[in-house]
């Protein structure tokens, strides 16, 4: 933050150099004030403000670029939203945050992971369960030994 300020901004999940904010329950990604964002070190310099979504009071999507602006406080770390496919107004969300952000450098290392794209790479009883308690489904229920190759293909996501 500005003024040698410390903020604690939560995510969900680190995974090496991965920030992960996983939406599954939850209904929004937040609004605030515009002078809450502006507080951070680096707003200026990773997004144009006017592209931001909001209005003229207030920033939406503010959970998002707090979390984006955590993962390039350094150079090396990257930003991942997981959410639900059905939730297109989160998503939609999301694009406009990311399209606010400056440099196509730092815009690559922020990805976007449905949790149906995850569960592909999933056990089939965590599949199912997910499956059951959230209606979140793969395109289609593999068997278990199909999901090797994902799984494969999602670990390589989280390490590079």
């Known amino acids: 933050m500005t003024n040698d300020r410390v903020d604690c901004t939560e995510v969900d999940l680190r995974a090496g150099d991965l920030l992960i904010e996983a939406k599954l329950t939850e209904s929004d990604f937040q609004t605030a004030r515009w002078e809450l964002p502006q507080r951070y070190r680096d707003f200026d310099v990773v997004f144009n403000s006017d592209l931001l979504p909001g209005d003229a009071d207030r920033v939406?999507?503010?959970q998002l670029v707090r979390g984006i602006?955590?993962?390039?406080?350094?150079e090396?770390?990257?930003y991942c939203l997981l959410c639900d496919e059905r939730r297109r107004d989160l998503i939609d969300l999301w694009?406009?945050?990311l399209s606010a952000v400056r440099r196509y450098d730092q815009r690559w290392r922020c990805i976007l992971v449905t949790w149906q794209e995850l569960s592909e790479t999933?056990?089939?009883p965590l599949r199912t369960w997910l499956q059951q308690k959230?209606?979140?489904a793969s395109s289609t229920l593999e068997p278990?030994?199909?999901s090797i190759g994902r799984s494969i293909e999602l670990e390589n996501l989280i390490r590079y």
């Not at 602006?69 to 350094?74: G, K, P, R």
């Open 122 to 124: 999933l056990p089939m």
């Open 144 to 146: 278990e030994s199909d």
């Open 69 to 74: 602006l955590a993962a390039f406080a350094d």
């Open 134 to 136: 959230y209606g979140i």
């Open 60 to 62: 939406h999507g503010y």
């Open 76 to 78: 090396t770390s990257r």
């Open 95 to 97: 694009f406009k945050v």
